[in-house]
Nanobody, 128 residues
């Protein structure tokens, strides 16, 4: 069993930055996917970013087009923590952000159904 706990959300002005963390407990593997999704009011949960290692020192990360160049996903293996650094925030980034973990790497990382574990979410609000 894997448990995920997000933190770091809050209220920030447009153009500002926030750093989200997701602490994972239980048995996780560096070469399995961990990702961030978000859900705005009245909208479906959408992909933000994902990362996985190759078992060595190489990590692969992918981003939604809407956040590429502004957000950075990383993984601290020493503390088993997933990080999302968000810069140049926009009001349209306002959403509840969720951390997710997949046992393995099958299927498209873009879809919520391939992930096996989810955190409870953390609210990010970006004001004008």
């Amino acid at each position: 069993q894997v448990q995920l706990v997000e933190s770091g959300g809050g209220l920030v002005q447009a153009g500002g930055s926030l750093r989200l963390s997701c602490a994972a407990s239980g048995r996780t593997f560096i070469n399995h996917r961990m990702g961030w999704f978000r859900q705005a009011p009245g909208k479906e949960r959408e992909f933000v970013a994902v990362i996985r290692g190759d078992g060595g020192s190489t990590y692969y990360s992918y981003y939604a087009a809407s956040v590429k160049g502004r957000f950075t996903i990383s993984r601290d293996n020493a503390t088993n923590t997933l990080i999302l650094q968000m810069n140049s925030l926009k009001p349209e980034d306002t959403a509840v952000y969720y951390c997710a973990y997949q046992r393995g790497n099958s299927g498209s990382y873009y879809y919520t159904h391939v992930y096996d574990y989810w955190g409870q979410g953390t609210q990010v609000t970006v004001s004008e």
